[in-house]
């Protein structure tokens, strides 16, 4: 039996136990709705950051990859079509437009191809926007390497000479270098084919060679020293030695209008003249001639129907003949020890050992302007090849090399080593530069 005596009991636990379900649900509710702290959600953000960055630096290295691969394969490609277009015609295409029977060289995606015929072949070189590196291919090995086709006169090789003499000069001519020395043992003349062997010749003086150049199909070497100061040859391996007509200290000499030409200084002290200049139309007979001025002319050039020689020492520092008999002195822009000169692309290039701006230049070689050179080196040689002025210096800082394209804005490299290097000349594709001292006393830059 129920007893109603129990319903105020019931009623008072009925509405207890409705209490407690109502602060159970609260209690729910305020565990439910509470988030995470900070410092949790900062752990969270560093979490995905350094994840998105692991996921970007992945794909950028597997893009890169992949970009690579397809310079590398347009490289291949290309080498490929250029061989077939030589094994066609014989040779490799002027450009890259004529390749592929005038379909020209094709690239993939962004990619840039470059194409450079060179003596040896060809070279090629790729870039892609997307990459900050730039690939090559050169025919003559088939290697794909870093960087771009470097230019010729930028990078150069040093090499052992046969004798370690003295090499004061050097020339080209008739598809051969020679190159002479004003001491050492041995044999002080040597030659080469191509700028990489080289053999020694004898000649019937001991003399020190000083200069070499070539002209009307022979080479003409002179000396500063010795009984015997001339000695000429067809081949640059037989020599026939003979005396000057004024026994001074000859330096330099040049060919042109069907002339030889040379300078010096007076060397009174075994009976030289003040004639320092003489002039030969076989490079056997030779006749003095009086300088306007009696200045230490160390080096001579053609150009433009006109010789220019530049002196280290003197007044003017600069005299021009269109005979190579009468002469006329210049004064030169800089009073500066001016070393060598040469003619090229329709401009006359000095260089100096010691002054201010030790380069200076001139369309006509009678108006003259100097320039800055990219060190201030001591310039001993400058000539012209290829579209390209490269001067080399015997003492300095690092960067003994310099080159132009213009005469007027030039850009140094280093050497490979540290030597006196003394006279450059191209030929056969290759710049040759000599030194007097150090290990290896030839260095070449070929294209």
């Not at 209490?19 to 988030?35: A, D, F, L, N, P």
């Not at 014989?90 to 060289?105: C, D, I, M, T, W």
Request: proline share 3%; net charge neutral; charged share 10%.
């Amino acid at each position: 039996m129920f007893s109603t005596e129990l319903l105020p009991r019931y009623a008072k636990l009925l509405n207890r136990g409705r209490k407690m379900s109502k602060q159970g649900s609260y209690r729910k509710r305020s565990i439910q709705t509470e988030g995470f702290t900070i410092v949790e959600l900062l752990i969270v953000i560093i979490v995905i950051a350094i994840l998105a960055a692991i996921t970007i630096v992945a794909y950028n290295g597997v893009a890169r990859q992949a970009t690579e691969a397809s310079m590398k394969s347009d490289l291949r490609n290309a080498a490929t079509v250029l061989e077939l277009d030589k094994t066609k015609n014989g040779n490799y295409p002027a450009n890259a437009e004529s390749a592929n029977g005038g379909g020209g060289l094709k690239t993939s995606g962004s990619n840039n191809l470059s194409y450079v015929p060179k003596s040896y072949g060809f070279c090629l070189a790729v870039t892609n926007p997307s990459s900050s590196s730039s690939l090559h291919l050169r025919s003559d090995n088939g290697q794909i390497e870093p960087g771009i086709c470097a230019p010729v006169g930028s990078v150069w090789t040093a090499s052992a000479a046969p004798i370690q003499n003295g090499w004061r000069s050097v020339a080209y001519g008739n598809g051969r270098f020679v190159a002479v020395a004003t001491n050492g043992t041995g044999n002080r003349i040597m030659s080469s084919t191509d700028a990489i062997n080289w053999t020694t010749h004898a000649t019937t003086s001991t003399s020190d060679w000083w200069t070499v150049t070539f002209g009307g199909g022979k080479f003409i070497v002179l000396a500063e020293h010795g009984y015997s100061q001339i000695a000429t040859s067809t081949d640059g391996q037989n020599w026939v030695v003979s005396g000057a007509p004024q026994s001074n200290y000859w330096h330099s000499a040049a060919y042109g209008n069907g002339r030889f030409v040379a300078v010096g200084q007076l060397n009174a002290s075994e009976g030289g003249s003040v004639n320092t200049v003489m002039s030969s139309a076989d490079g056997m007979t030779w006749t003095p001639h009086a300088a306007n001025e009696q200045g230490y002319w160390e080096s001579v050039a053609y150009g433009n129907g006109r010789f220019v020689a530049v002196a280290d020492y003197g007044s003017d520092h600069i005299m021009t003949s269109t005979d190579g008999i009468s002469w006329t002195t210049i004064s030169a822009p800089e009073q500066n020890y001016w070393y060598a000169v040469t003619y090229g692309n329709g401009r006359f290039v000095a260089v100096a050992t010691y002054g201010t701006n030790r380069i200076m230049t001139s369309t006509d070689g009678l108006n003259w302007t100097a320039v800055t050179a990219p060190a201030q080196n001591s310039w001993s040689s400058v000539t012209f090849g290829n579209g390209l002025f490269v001067a080399v210096a015997y003492a300095g800082t690092a960067y003994r090399i310099m080159t132009s394209s213009d005469g007027l804005s030039w850009t140094g490299y280093p050497a490979p080593e540290q030597n006196g290097w003394r006279s450059v000349v191209y030929g056969n594709g290759c710049f040759v530069a000599v030194a007097n001292n150090g290990t290896n006393r030839i260095m070449t830059s070929c294209e």
